[in-house]
């Protein structure tokens, strides 16, 4: 339970991130980016495998570059579910998805390193 609880913690605070240096990502409070953590880990879970099936001869056809708009997607839709949680805009939908994964990544790095405790569970993108 305690890997899943920081892993939510490390994509809360990726998203704060995200939400400093993108103008088309808007956050309300750190609750929202809790609960939005949770959203995230729930679209890219349940979501994401089968419109990454679906959409496999597209991507394939632009060499993996549509995975970006299917992380968007994922990531616009986890918006669209969660109060106090927005997404606008080309850059917030194709280039906050990066800045998540980098951000989380890093985090659940550091998060794992200080408490000795495994956090990989899929933040998503």
């Avoid at 808007?26 to 729930?42: D, K, R, Y």
């Amino acid at each position: 339970m305690l890997p899943y609880l920081l892993s939510v913690l490390a994509t809360a605070l990726a998203l704060l991130v995200v939400d400093i240096v993108l103008p088309g990502v808007n956050l309300a409070n750190f609750p929202a980016a809790l609960l939005a953590g949770v959203i995230i880990g729930v679209v890219n879970g349940a979501v994401k495998p089968f419109l990454q099936l679906v959409s496999l001869p597209v991507t394939i056809l632009t060499f993996g570059l549509f995975a970006l708009v299917v992380n968007g997607f994922c990531f616009w839709l986890a918006s669209v579910v969660t109060p106090g949680f927005q997404v606008s805009g080309f850059l917030g939908f194709l280039i906050g998805p990066i800045i998540l994964s980098v951000g989380s990544t890093f985090l659940n790095g550091f998060l794992a390193k200080e408490t000795g405790e495994s956090t990989a569970i899929e933040t998503g993108d």
